[in-house]
């Protein structure tokens, strides 16, 4: 699947993507293919985009997903969060990717002024691979492919459209 469907969010700190992937079905339930969590600042932190491993019950189940998270601003009356804190709250969440690079990130940051920004974070579900035919009972069955999104603790779920028939979805459409 190849997605490359968007979000815009509030960047807050520690924020978590909740993914659920699922496979539509037309007579019965949709059936879950896997999930992943992952923050945001990860994502950042590996230069925004980043292929993800689903899992089952805990267990690696060889289907991926490829997202991308973008920070974008824009001018506010409302008092942002701290900048340095959501990239160093990142850093502490992951602290086996602190880097030159992640130190030159933070070093400009905590030293910038407030500058009255409201920051947001684009989130773009990009694609899939590694889906495989399905067997039921009279019938292979290709994969329905989409996914559910639940950012942080915002009630909201998002869910990308439907990819029908596609062991490598692909979303390309933007909200």
Request: aromatic share 6%; proline share 4%.
């Amino acid at each position: 699947p190849s997605w490359n469907e968007s979000r815009k969010y509030e960047l807050l700190h520690n924020q978590v993507l909740n993914v659920d992937v699922y496979d539509a079905n037309k007579r019965s339930s949709d059936e879950l293919l896997g999930n992943f969590r992952v923050t945001v600042g990860q994502v950042l932190l590996e230069g925004g985009v980043k292929e993800i491993e689903l899992t089952m019950e805990e267990k690696l189940v060889g289907k991926f997903i490829k997202i991308q998270c973008e920070q974008s601003s824009q001018k506010s009356n409302v008092d942002p969060p701290n900048e340095a804190n959501v990239v160093l709250d990142m850093i502490a969440e992951t602290p086996d990717m602190f880097n030159e690079t992640t130190q030159g990130l933070t070093d400009n940051v905590t030293n910038k002024e407030n500058t009255n920004q409201h920051h947001q974070v684009l989130v773009t579900m990009v694609s899939g691979k590694g889906f495989e035919l399905i067997k039921k009972r009279f019938k292979t069955d290709i994969p329905d492919v989409y996914c559910k999104v639940k950012y942080g603790s915002n009630p909201k779920v998002w869910e990308t459209s439907t990819i029908n028939n596609s062991l490598t979805p692909s979303w390309n459409e933007s909200r």
